[in-house]
Nanobody, 124 residues
Framework: QVQLVESGGRSVQAGGSLRLSCAAAGQSVSAYVMAWFRQAPGKEREFVLGQNLRTERTYVSDVAKDRFTIFRNPARTTVWLQMTNVKPEDTAMYYC?????????????????WGQGTQVTVSS
């Protein structure tokens, strides 16, 4: 089974930018749907951005519109979440997730492979 490893989380000031990385290992994910979710303390895990690596169709949540972007390397082994103009409310643990069936969109129940998460903290 594929393993997902996130990195890039750190503390950043509001208005700044950072890039989170999700590296896939173990098997090809070229036909997967890959996504980023986040979970703030006391809140449910929520969808941020996702992309079908085969069709390149992208799914965007309201929290990500105009500020966050998802993209991948040509080999389809790494997916990044580029975050710009971050806000204190973006503070959360960010998780990379995958749907090996290649059918998922924005529903958390459609994702069956998860990374360990990387912490993002935004200060005002």
């Amino acid at each position: 089974q594929v393993q997902l490893v996130e990195s890039g989380g750190r503390s950043v000031q509001a208005g700044g930018s950072l890039r989170l990385s999700c590296a896939a290992a173990g098997q090809s994910v070229s036909a997967y749907v890959m996504a980023w979710f986040r979970q703030a303390p006391g809140k449910e895990r929520e969808f941020v951005l996702g992309q079908n690596l085969r069709t390149e169709r992208t799914y965007v949540s309201d929290v990500a519109k105009d500020r966050f972007t998802i993209f991948r390397n040509p080999a389809r082994t790494t997916v990044w979440l580029q975050m710009t103009n971050v806000k204190p409310e973006d503070t959360a643990m960010y998780y990379c997730a995958a749907d090996p069936d290649g059918r998922a969109t924005m529903d958390i129940s459609e994702y069956h492979v998860w990374g360990q998460g990387t912490q993002v903290t935004v200060s005002s």
